[in-house]
């Protein structure tokens, strides 16, 4: 299924597919929904700009690789063996200035212009995620076809730290248009707040948008070759500040009050023109899609009408039981149970130390025939290794991966339960991922909170505590409950978190908003 627009621009002839945009990529989320769309004949490209994050990556989703980039920000896939794959050529990831720059032309049908961009774009990219820059100033001198001169331009690439690259554009008069236009949506958006939020003590200001406005006028022109633009986390501000209409607004943990995490953005009603901007593109979208049940009651107190609930994107294809690996991981590891908790260590936001302070009491039933496998990453992997020592369990843990997504459904489809987030009743990517691969998984769930996004409860395991985890533990392995488990888990995926499903969400929403909106 995909939706056909009468096309209402003059150049045009005929009917055809709807265009999106994708505007962000945390987690591939923005990657996958692209895809699902395209699949359905939807023209969707995603902007996936000064993002190079591994899990942020196709390569992460696509391909079966050993190992992991040294740097998980910058990641160096070459350096894994990868070579050969190219990116599809509708995920634009890079430079900001060069991927709009890439999109444009694209979309304009600029053929020799697009190929010579996608080309920069991939050498850019490499460049950045290598530890050498031997090829700096040959993708400078290419950049510089591309965008206004400036006879600076050398000097100011040399006087940049570990600078990759550095993209000058913009020309003076359409500036100056672009910049009364801006103020007027500025001041608009203001009186909005106003008017939103009333009872707020921190006001939206002049000062919370200038930062955005160079992007903003980039991005306005890029918009007006799509129907509509779907923003990822924070990244709806654009459209809103551009003037774009129809946007849809994308939440994946977006709307959680969190002022005590360790990130910049603390959630929408903290007081920070970041917070700001992202609470007032959500309650003016034409659409937000909602990945998190306990997001709820944020979308209701930002007065956001026009939000459903949908799923995280999952492959089901992708995600399926893979048990070639059982022999052997329990050979490699000498135990007869694995149990592998994938989740970051922020204890605040995941409770991994929940399950290490479980270790012992299973070591007090099961004895010394299981293995804890955890994953090194996250902001505390030291706290929780000290943590580890203090309980005198090192022998009964393992440290594995990262994983790609190839692997980690080999490690998922290989252990006896896959242990998730404990800090928030609600999915996080983990937990479908375990259920689609029909592992049994242990996570934070309230059915109660979640049957707003599904009328079934999902099969999860719930624990908040260690004696929690354990008592489920012990249920998980009693013999024939694995067989049972993973047959109701797949079969709850396929009804109710498939890709079918989150197209269906998607397509049938902007068949919503086309009608409710002009489209441009």
């Known amino acids: 299924m995909s939706i056909i627009l009468l096309n209402k621009k003059p150049d045009d002839v005929g009917r055809r597919s709807l265009r999106i945009l994708h505007v962000g990529n945390i987690a591939n989320n923005g990657y996958y929904n692209a895809k699902f769309l395209r699949k359905a004949g939807v023209d969707a490209d995603v902007l996936c700009y000064d993002n190079y994050w591994t899990m942020s990556s196709p390569e992460w989703e696509e391909l079966d690789f050993d190992g992991v980039p040294a740097d998980q920000i910058f990641p160096n896939w070459r350096a894994l063996g990868i070579k050969g794959y190219e990116h599809p050529r509708w995920f634009a990831q890079g430079p900001f200035d060069l991927c709009v720059a890439y999109l444009l032309a694209k979309q304009m049908g600029r053929t020799a212009e697009t190929e ?162 992202t609470a007032l593109s959500y309650a003016i979208a034409d659409h937000v899609f909602v ?28 995600f399926s039981p893979d048990g070639k690996y059982w022999d052997s991981i329990r050979e490699r590891f000498k135990s007869e149970f694995i149990f592998f908790c994938p989740i970051r260590h922020d204890w605040d936001e995941k409770g991994v ?109 719930a624990a908040q505590s260690p004696d929690d985890i354990v008592e489920q533990v012990l249920r998980a392995i009693r013999p024939g409950f694995r067989k049972d488990y993973g047959a109701k888990a797949r079969a709850w995926i396929e009804r109710y978190h498939s890709s079918e499903t989150m197209l269906t969400h998607m397509l049938g929403a902007y068949d919503e908003i086309t009608q409710r909106v002009e489209v441009k």
């Not at 009491?361 to 030291?382: A, M, Q, S, Y």
């Not at 996080?428 to 409860?457: H, K, N, Q």
Request: proline share 7%.
């Open 291 to 318: 990945t998190n049940a306990d997001c709820l009651a944020s979308a209701k107190r930002l007065g956001i009408s026009n939000f459903e609930a949908v799923p995280h994107p999952l492959d089901e294809d992708s």
């Open 116 to 277: 010579r961009l996608w080309k920069l774009l991939v050498k850019t990219r490499r460049l950045i995620c290598s530890p050498s820059y031997s090829g700096l100033f040959s993708v400078i001198r290419e950049l510089k076809k591309y965008f206004v001169k400036s006879p600076r331009l050398e000097n100011q690439i040399r006087s940049l730290s570990n600078a990759a690259v550095c993209v000058i554009s913009g020309i003076a008069g359409k500036r100056n248009t672009f910049h009364e236009r801006y103020l007027n949506q500025c001041r608009t958006l203001i009186e909005e707040f106003e008017l939103r939020f009333p009872d707020r003590p921190d006001r939206l200001t002049m000062e919370d948008m200038a930062p955005y406005e160079n992007k903003t006028m980039a991005l306005a022109e890029l918009f007006e070759h799509y129907d509509i633009v779907q923003g990822y986390a924070v990244d709806p501000i654009y459209p809103m500040l551009a003037g774009f209409r129809p946007y849809v607004a994308f939440e994946h943990g977006t709307l959680r009050d969190s002022p005590e995490v360790g990130w910049a953005y603390k959630g929408p009603f903290f007081n920070s023109a970041l917070s700001r901007l």
């Open 353 to 461: 130390d929940q399950y290490i302070r479980a270790i012992p009491k299973l070591r007090g039933i099961l004895g010394n025939k299981f293995k804890v496998c955890f994953t090194p990453w996250g902001k505390e992997v030291d706290r929780s290794r000290r943590l580890i020592s203090e309980l005198d369990c090192d022998d009964l843990t393992e440290w594995v991966g990262p994983f790609g997504r190839v692997r980690f459904v080999r490690w998922m489809s290989a252990s006896d339960i896959v242990f998730d987030q404990l800090a928030y009743p609600s999915f996080s990517g983990i937990t479908p991922r375990a259920l689609s691969c029909g592992v049994p998984v242990v996570a934070a769930y309230e059915s109660d909170i979640m049957r707003f996004m599904f009328s079934e409860p999902a099969p999860v395991l």
